[in-house]
């Protein structure tokens, strides 16, 4: 069954803009991240917070976790049209702590 | 840099027919990974390895099989191909630690079951 679910599943916004994605799941992690899928390609690592971080940076990128919720959050600022890609969240759960478990992924679109 | 290798992007396998997508790691990594993914399915766990012949199973294992007899290569098999399994398939791998790190993906393998 699917851990994690992304918000929303589209986004389409102006180069520039910042967009957010979120992500929710259901069971105690050890740590989540992020990835990047550009169209028809493998994924790409953005980045990984640990299930005792609550904010992390990387460039333009910015994740949240909120482990009482059970969610997360990508951020990413000033936009550009080369950011057009498919975002999924995985997370590592405590239980089967060999795996990732994706979402679904939010697909964003950069309109220049 | 690592380097996850599948050894085809595109596939076209007949109903029936055995198929074998490959996947060579270059990182030394323990642990190997094979999903499909599906429109707005995401990316589903097959199969992974954490070790040389050793294997789990993932979320959707059935009508697959793998193999491991190398540290650096991960095979997977369809037994007998159906056309639902149509799908991207993408193989991945990490470092074995506790609590998973980054995993690297390969390119994918489209395989398209006629």
């Known amino acids: 069954s699917q851990q994690g679910e992304e918000d929303p599943q589209a986004l389409s916004i102006q180069e520039g803009e910042n967009a957010t994605m979120n992500c929710s799941y259901k069971t105690s992690i050890n740590n989540l991240q992020w990835y990047r899928q550009n169209s028809g390609r493998g994924l790409v690592h953005l980045i990984l917070?640990?299930?005792?971080?609550r904010e992390k940076h990387s460039g333009r990128l910015r994740v949240t976790l909120d482990t009482s919720k059970k969610s997360s959050s990508l951020l990413i600022t000033a936009s550009r049209a080369a950011d057009t890609a498919s975002y999924f969240c995985a997370t590592n759960l405590i239980q089967g702590a060999q795996k990732l478990v994706f979402g679904q992924g939010t697909r964003l679109t950069i309109n220049p | 840099d690592v380097k996850v290798t599948q050894s085809s992007r595109y596939l076209v396998k007949r109903t029936g027919e055995k198929v074998f997508l490959e996947c060579v790691q270059d990182?030394?990594?323990?642990?190997m990974f094979w999903y499909r993914q599906d429109p707005g399915l995401g990316l589903r766990l097959i199969y992974f390895s954490y070790d040389v012949k050793m294997k789990e199973k993932g979320d959707i294992p059935e009508g697959y099989s793998v193999s491991r007899e190398k540290k650096e290569r991960f095979s997977l098999i369809l037994e007998s191909a159906s056309t639902n399994q149509t799908s991207m398939y993408l193989c991945?791998?990490?470092?074995?630690?506790?609590?998973?790190?980054?995993?690297?993906f390969g390119q994918g393998t489209r395989l398209t079951v006629v």
């Open positions: 991945a791998s990490s470092i074995r630690v506790t609590g998973i790190t980054e995993a690297f």
């Open positions: 917070i640990r299930s005792n971080e």
């Open positions: 990182m030394d990594h323990e642990n």
